[in-house]
């Protein structure tokens, strides 16, 4: 509806209802088959303030949800937060190194470089790109390099691939 719409609705509801004198009598009724007009006896209307105030009043909302306050220092906070684990949301770009299949989880065994990163293996999680990965697993190849985000969950590190390509080969150039 149109603010205009409204405004022409409220401003309807607003007008008094026109009665007839005591003395008069009433019209005739004749039956007809229109609907009739409701009855002239209305409860009265709220003034147009008070009925603007009720339509913008503060509607009690819930709070907020707000992230844990982190602990403070102490030897129970060292005992929770592994040292040698990856930042959340930490992009590792280019690196290369071995996929293996463990039961039915694939892992990245990243090749030793003298990056800060770690090197330890870290478990792919599944997304379409580590289903391409696989394919080419299926086919007898190993070494990729990836680029892929950190994600941790229960002091442990995941990789969520982003991509991968193959290294390239160098024919009988390699030294």
């Not at 603010?3 to 609705?9: K, R």
Request: charged fraction near 25%; proline fraction near 11%; include cysteine.
């Amino acid at each position: 509806m149109t603010p205009c719409g409204t405004f022409l609705i409220a401003v309807w509801m607003l007008l008094p209802i026109q009665e007839q004198p005591p003395g008069a009598d009433p019209a005739p009724q004749t039956p007809t088959t229109a609907p009739t007009r409701a009855p002239t006896t209305q409860p009265a209307q709220p003034a147009q303030a008070e009925m603007f105030r009720e339509l913008i009043r503060n509607v009690e909302r819930p709070r907020a949800v707000t992230p844990i306050a982190p602990l403070g220092e102490s030897p129970r906070r060292e005992a929770l937060i592994r040292k040698d684990l990856i930042a959340d949301g930490t992009i590792i770009a280019d690196r290369a190194g071995e996929v293996l299949r463990q039961s039915d989880r694939s892992v990245f065994v990243f090749e030793p470089t003298g990056s800060t990163v770690s090197s330890r293996p870290l478990e792919l999680l599944r997304n379409q790109w580590l289903e391409a990965l696989e394919r080419e697993v299926e086919l007898g190849l190993t070494h990729f390099i990836v680029t892929a985000e950190v994600t941790r969950y229960r002091d442990q590190n995941y990789l969520i691939l982003l991509k991968y390509r193959r290294p390239p080969s160098h024919g009988n150039l390699t030294p």
